[in-house]
């Protein structure tokens, strides 16, 4: 690890920044040992000044989770219940008819809905205002891309989610809080969130130091997100994340200062499904995560909090939580591009991005090939990105077109 890479993780660590290290692109140098930096991910290499709840900026009123469940004191090893069974998944198909901005999200067995009014869900107009530093930003964005082994990544494997779905008679567990940034106090009301958790027995956490993972029960609309997620011989344990009582009626943010991501967004409602790239349409805003973010103080609605840390005060950082798209005057059917990358490039015209997180690079996620590889499905992503390798399936899109919207836009 070079000694310029050495001093950008320990700033990372001081800045708060506990969780995200980007997929490593096969085939892009230097993207192995950027993976390997650590910053709060997977065990003992975290700093004492890592991730406290206490510490995080906090940008909405904090939403006293709901109690959870009670369960027994004795430990319930999850036994497989009810199969479930993922939709076979064709390659990406061609552009879909038009769809009206009312066009509500989608389901299926491998998606998750938050309440139809959700900012996830919202078509951004196509006059809608831009941020007075559109174009400072832009150039910022670019700046990174070009600093950062020059390409846009897709997570799948590692440092995405897989989303496992329980069925109503999953035997529950208990999640143990593994303290894995040696905080000087306990987490009581995380714990109590992950005292009963239907853990189907296929479950298995994401690759990679942040081994993240979701669970969601759709006959309690229930939904856990885990962070350094690990199963031991005496049960389940995780780092951080959450418990969110009523998914489908939720604005689809974590109350503080709860979730997995920086921002407190879930992540599945930024992950790309196979299923999406399947029917050829996403009907959401994608999650984004850049390498650096403005400092934590400066933070846009719908982010809860931040992990930024710009402590040069270096011009024109992107704030977490910040909204951009698309120029929607692009004709995507244009561009040389694959037909994965056309699919997500309609999209950012249409829903656009959000900040959620920091990473090595600049990446978006599609939800982890496990949730379909642990039911013994192929994974999808092969046939999706047409054997392209993840950071090469963006080749081609116009990222000096895109357009960042107002500080706070959208919100209520």
């Known amino acids: ?153 897709i997570n799948t494997s590692a440092y995405a989610s897989p989303v496992y779905f329980a069925a109503a008679d999953t035997p529950t567990a208990k999640v143990g809080f593994s303290n894995c940034q040696n905080k000087s106090y306990p987490e009581p009301a995380l714990e109590a969130q992950w005292s009963a958790v239907p853990i189907p027995a296929f479950a298995l956490p994401a690759d990679g130091t942040d081994a993240e993972m979701t669970v969601y029960q759709a006959s309690t609309d229930t939904m ?37 991501t920086a921002t407190g967004l879930p992540v599945v409602g930024g992950q790309i499904t196979a299923e999406e790239l399947s029917r050829g349409e996403i009907r959401h805003a994608i999650g984004i995560s850049l390498v650096d973010t403005e400092t934590a103080s400066v933070v846009s609605w719908p982010a809860r909090r931040s992990d930024g840390y710009n402590p040069q005060g270096a011009p024109n950082r992107i704030p977490e939580g910040l909204r951009f798209r698309l120029d929607p005057a692009i004709d995507v059917e244009a561009l040389s591009m694959s037909t994965a990358g056309k699919i997500i490039a309609r999209a950012a015209q249409k829903y656009g991005f959000v900040v959620w997180d920091k990473a090595g690079a600049l990446s978006i996620r599609a939800q982890n090939p496990k949730s379909y590889t642990a039911l013994g499905k192929p994974d999808p992503y092969v046939a999706l990105f047409a054997g392209q390798p993840a950071y090469a399936v963006l080749n081609g899109f116009p990222w000096d077109r895109l357009q960042f919207l107002p500080k706070d836009f959208g919100k209520p």
């Open 1 to 153: 690890m070079s000694v310029l890479l050495s001093a950008r993780c320990a700033a990372s660590r001081v800045a708060n920044d506990f969780r995200r290290r980007a997929a490593v692109p096969a085939g892009l140098a230097g993207l192995l040992s950027l993976a390997a930096c650590g910053g709060g991910g997977g065990g003992g290499d975290v700093a004492a000044s890592a991730y406290k709840p206490s510490t995080l900026v906090e940008v909405a009123t904090v939403v006293t989770p709901a109690a959870a469940p009670s369960v027994s004191a004795a430990l319930v090893a999850p036994t497989l219940a009810a199969a479930i069974v993922a939709p076979a998944l064709p390659v990406a198909t061609a552009a879909p008819a038009s769809t009206t901005a009312t066009l509500a999200p989608a389901t299926a067995v491998s998606e998750v809905s938050f309440a139809a009014s959700s900012f996830w869900y919202a078509a951004i107009p196509a006059n809608a205002p831009l941020h007075a530093n559109s174009s400072g930003f832009v150039a910022e964005f670019l700046r990174q891309k070009k600093a950062y082994y020059g390409t846009v990544n």
């Open 224 to 260: 856990w997100e885990f962070w350094v997620t690990r199963a031991t011989a005496g049960g389940w344990q995780a780092c951080w994340g959450g418990k969110m009582s009523n998914v489908s009626h939720s604005d689809g943010t974590w109350p503080f200062p709860y979730g997995t």
